[in-house]
């Protein structure tokens, strides 16, 4: 059973516009949550990493946030850009030094101009 | 600075073929490891290692095997390829610590018929 689960599926935004994305996880012990990008093709590339005391992290346009009591996070996308299309993977540590990593399935991103 | 280079970037294989995919990383990291991404799922674990002559099993080690001779180079061998192992195959490697990010290449796609 995952126990990363990522919402929505998909979603297709307008240029300039913002949106959020949802991870839930059932991960314990939780030691920190990343969000890294992938591109079509590519490998994924890291975005943010939270340790379970952080309750936001930014990285430009990009702001996750973290709930380590109800084990939630969200990614913020800030003024979408066309390069924002993408998919976006929640990614959970259970414990530090541990690189058994629990892997959304990750939320597609279509930007539309 | 290359960072983490697989190839090849596309393989077809028949059924009961054996092939080696190649990783290698040129930023001196400890930790390697392999994964592979199908449609709808997260990435799974396949084999890690945390230095040279050291490998475990990761979730789905079934059909694979893996070396680590040098710091650098990370092959993963298919032994007999089966359909099920069609899929994208991901190598990432980490410089070790607690709150350090993967590194990805850019992945194999792998078909087997």
Known sequence: ?113 | NAGVTQTPKFQVLKTGQSMTLQCAQDMNHEYMSWYRQDPGMGLRLIHYSVGAGITDQGEVPNGYNVSRSTTEDFPLRLLSAAPSQTSVYFCASHPGGRNEKLFFGSGTQLSVL
Not at chain 1, 20 to 25: E, K, S, V
Not at chain 1, 33 to 51: A, F
Not at chain 1, 75 to 83: D, E, G, K, R
């Open chain 1, 1 to 113: 059973k995952n126990q990363v689960e990522q919402s929505p599926q998909s979603l297709i935004i307008l240029e300039g516009k913002n949106c959020t994305l949802q991870c839930n996880y059932t991960v314990s012990p939780f030691s920190n949550l990343r969000w890294y990008k992938q591109d079509t093709g590519r490998g994924p590339v890291s975005l943010t990493i939270m340790t379970f005391s952080e309750n936001t992290k930014s990285n430009g346009r990009y702001t996750a946030t973290l709930d380590a009591d109800t084990k939630q996070s969200s990614l913020h996308i800030t003024a979408s850009q066309l390069s924002d299309s993408a998919s976006y993977i929640c990614v959970v540590s259970p414990k530090p030094n541990d690189y058994k990593l629990s892997f959304g399935a990750g939320t597609t991103v279509t930007v539309r101009a």
